[in-house]
């Protein structure tokens, strides 16, 4: 249980260009999704919080209207990087918090973006 | 905020045992965890501490010492599928949106096993 997919695996597009990024919980419903932004050799950080049906959380530096966060259902978040930029290239990995257990989070298996 | 400090790199011998140290700074601890991340992988989730001394799992176990701010992931019988990153994550009471306690990421150890 408690599977987590992104989609898509990897992508390539060219700078100015919109690219979404979907998180599904498979089988559980999720309430609160985390994005996360990974570049080489550095550790996850944390870019927002999305919380069904309302307004995402986004972290101090992350721009809220490059980076659209929606959360419209239970099982789905998606991410938009608009008008990118090769330095938006990264591994994006987001995670759901299922509310049993102590170890809340399971992360997607991130989605590698690549800007050209 | 938290701050989060790891070895950045170690090496072991196939077979033996490795301890990765992981120090952290918080204001609202609520929680360690251990992440073994591959290359090009998400981390998948190992082990969790919130009250202090040992948790056991199979060939890995996480220490915690809440007074000192310390965790270490002990890993035995070291296999060369091992060789992985693992990242010390602290959950904060602090900044919960909606019910969701967010995890700050160290910049994990990159374990490599030999022969």
């Known amino acids: 249980g408690a599977v987590v997919s992104q989609h898509p695996s990897w992508v390539i597009c060219k700078s100015g260009t919109s690219v979404k990024i979907e998180c599904r919980s498979l089988?559980?419903?999720?309430?609160?999704m985390f994005w996360y932004r990974q570049f080489p050799k550095q550790s996850l950080m944390l870019m927002a919080t999305?919380?069904?049906?309302?307004?995402?959380?986004?972290e101090q530096g992350v721009e809220k209207d490059k980076f659209l966060i929606n959360h419209a259902s239970l099982t789905l978040s998606t991410l938009t990087v608009t008008s990118a930029h090769p330095e938006d290239s990264s591994f994006y990995i987001c995670?759901?918090?299922?509310?049993?257990?102590?170890?809340?989070?399971?992360f997607g298996p991130g989605t590698r973006l690549t800007v050209t | 905020g938290q701050n989060i400090d790891q070895p950045t790199e170690m090496t072991a011998t196939e077979g033996a045992i490795v301890q990765i140290n992981c120090t952290y700074q918080?204001?609202?601890?609520?929680?360690l965890f251990w992440y073994q991340q591959h290359a090009g992988e998400a981390p998948t989730f190992l082990s969790y501490?919130?009250?202090?001394g040992l948790e056991e799992k199979g060939r890995f176990s996480s220490f915690l010492s809440r007074s000192k701010g310390y965790s270490y992931l002990l890993l035995k019988e070291l296999q060369m599928k091992d060789s992985a990153s693992y990242l010390c994550?602290?959950?904060?009471?602090?900044?919960?949106?909606?019910?969701?306690?967010?995890?700050?990421f160290g910049t994990g150890t990159q374990l490599k096993v030999e022969l």
């Open positions: 994550a602290v959950r904060d009471r602090e900044g919960v949106t909606g019910g969701g306690n967010k995890l700050t």
């Open positions: 089988d559980f419903q999720a309430t609160t």
């Open positions: 918080t204001s609202g601890f609520n929680g």
């Open positions: 501490n919130v009250l202090d």
């Open positions: 999305s919380n069904e049906g309302s307004k995402a959380t986004y």
């Open positions: 995670s759901a918090r299922i509310r049993t257990g102590p170890h809340e989070q399971y």
